[in-house]
């Protein structure tokens, strides 16, 4: 695999729209943190994918990191969200990460800060083989 070239460290690109949700659905691989900036889970789970981030960065993987606060005037992208596969039960505030491969939805970790980061790391590894 080859490397690619990061401008932005430890910056997960926000989904606030059709078009990034389609951006973010042309990457090879991605990952999307479902945020709910109301629930301490969340807020917690997002500092520890960001350092996560920071990581594949930092070693240069394609391995792409947004994540999106799908609710109020958002509510409709998380129901094109779920149109992909994700679980309505996975915007409920506990910090999920959903796992895409090109444009597919493949799996994903109900709950990071419940998981822990060696354990995340691990899984993100795993499903992503290359990386």
Not at 10 to 16: G, S, Y
Not at 38 to 43: I, L, M, T, V
């Amino acid at each position: 695999m080859g490397k690619i070239h990061v401008t932005q460290l430890n910056k997960m690109i926000e989904i606030t729209n059709k078009e990034s949700l389609r951006e973010f659905l042309r990457r090879k691989y991605g990952l999307l943190f479902l945020h709910s900036p109301w629930s301490r889970y969340c807020r917690e789970s997002k500092e520890l994918v960001e350092n996560i981030e920071t990581h594949f960065q930092a070693s240069q993987q394609d391995v792409h990191f947004y994540f999106g606060v799908f609710e109020e005037d958002l509510v409709y992208l998380a129901a094109e969200v779920c149109a992909l596969g994700v679980p309505d039960i996975s915007f409920k505030g506990d910090g999920c990460l959903a796992f895409f491969k090109e444009g597919k939805y493949i799996g994903q970790i109900r709950s990071v800060i419940a998981e822990g980061d060696g354990l995340v790391f691990k899984k993100i590894s795993e499903f992503y083989e290359q990386v």
